[in-house]
């Protein structure tokens, strides 16, 4: 019969813990993104229908002369820090979920 240490097992439950909030935090972060991509495509009045992360991606395409692949391979972190100037002073539109 084996016995649990009380102390490795609230060692694994604190790394858990800090794991989930990593992750709940990313998930936050790629969400906003996205509402920014919704408000960049308002802002821009682009013809298109392009929102969300699309936006994003189109907005990167057409400021730097990036091709769609340069800006498709990026990470939401790469892309939040591409779009570091454009997203200074942004926050989150009220009754947004």
Do not use: C
């Amino acid at each position: 019969m084996s016995t649990k240490d009380p102390q490795q097992e609230q060692i694994r439950n604190q790394r858990n813990e800090a794991r989930k909030k990593m992750y709940e935090v990313q998930g936050s972060l790629s969400y906003f993104l996205e509402v920014f991509g919704d408000g960049l495509a308002a802002r821009q009045g682009w013809k298109n229908d392009l929102d969300g992360i699309d936006a994003v991606h189109y907005f990167l395409i057409q400021k730097h002369n990036w091709t769609p692949a340069q800006v498709r391979s990026m990470t939401h972190e790469d892309l939040r820090f591409a779009l570091s100037e454009e997203m200074q002073g942004w926050t989150v539109p009220k009754g947004t979920p």
